[in-house]
């Protein structure tokens, strides 16, 4: 669904984006993480077709997002971080735009929207942030597009609207659908996100299905002074430590986002080799 070659992006002469490859297929969710100012929101963008990559070949569902081709734009769905609806009523805002979308179900924007408990009546203007975020989010997925991007989606969302928001992803997404969601709220997407991206430094530091990383690491709680030493990675906690360790059995286990996503920055050369010796193990074979 998307490929990217040798990505560069810069804003005047700061280099956000440097050498980026990437490869995104439908019938996943991913979660894209990295420390703030890395450019995620950046790379969404220039999926998007909304920022122009100086340098690199970029293909979205077989076009260039540059060119911003009519028949690109009605297949994607981007929530930006910061956003403006304008001074309408709900049902006039789904009046104007969703003709753009082919897909767009307004049986299912309205059940979105119930689900989320937002009411009809009011001008966007007159809601709460979380509010208005409901109205998109709900927009968003009744849009039907193949392709949806999202940057921070459960920024100012409530708890209940943050359960919703995960019962509703994983409700729409489907084998032709690819999800794309960049977020620091890592434990609103626990058990929803099946690939792990993390960029570090204008590239992909960790590009790794879910499935792969929870047989290549163990995240447990330990109390074994020596075991806790020698783990990849530790945080106290207040019953023992956090740990990940290499996965003695290679058998799925429990998976947390968070501790994956601190062992991988803290300690890139340790839990990376992991992968990379898996890489090399299946080459010989
Ligand atoms: N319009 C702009 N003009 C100049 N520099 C920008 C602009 N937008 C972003 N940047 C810079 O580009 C870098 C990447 O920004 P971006 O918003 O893509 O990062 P991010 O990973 O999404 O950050 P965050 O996690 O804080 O949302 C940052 O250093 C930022 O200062």
Redesign the pocket.
């Known amino acids: 669904m998307i490929t990217i070659e040798d990505l560069y992006f810069s ?2 002469r ?1 280099k ?1 984006i440097c050498g980026l490859n990437l490869r995104l297929e439908a019938g996943h969710i991913y979660g894209l993480m ?1 420390a ?7 790379l969404l963008r220039c999926i998007a077709g909304l920022l122009f990559p100086e340098h690199g070949r970029m293909k979205v569902l077989s076009h260039r997002p540059k060119e911003r081709h009519p028949a690109l734009l009605r297949q994607l769905f981007i929530i930006p ?1 910061e956003f403006y609806l304008p001074d309408v009523r709900i049902g006039q805002f789904v009046r104007y735009n969703a003709p753009f979308y082919p897909s767009f179900s307004k049986e299912q924007f309205d059940s979105c929207l119930e689900d989320f408990g937002v009411p009809y009546g009011n001008t966007l203007l007159k809601m709460s942030y979380g509010q208005k975020k409901k109205v998109l989010i709900s927009f968003a997925l009744a849009c039907n597009t193949p392709l949806l991007l999202m940057d ?1 989606p459960t920024n100012g969302l409530d708890i209940t609207g943050k359960r919703q928001f995960r019962k509703l992803i994983a409700g729409t997404a489907t084998d032709e659908r690819c999800i794309v969601i ?1 977020t ?1 709220q890592v434990k609103d997407l626990d058990n929803l996100i099946d690939h792990i991206l993390i ?1 570090e430094e204008g590239r992909m530091l960790l590009d790794e299905p879910a499935e792969r990383i929870s047989r290549r690491l163990q995240f447990k709680i330990s109390f074994d002074r020596e075991e806790i030493e020698t783990a990849l990675y530790s945080e106290d906690s207040l019953k023992g430590s956090a740990i990940v360790t290499s996965n003695p059995d290679g058998q799925e286990g429990q998976f947390d986002l968070e501790l994956l996503y601190n062992a991988v920055t803290s300690n890139k050369e340790g839990v990376l080799a992991l992968f990379n010796e898996e890489i090399i193990q299946e080459t010989l074979s």
């Open positions: 804003y005047r700061k956000v990295g703030n100012g890395t450019g995620k929101s950046t971080e921070e960049s620091h960029l």
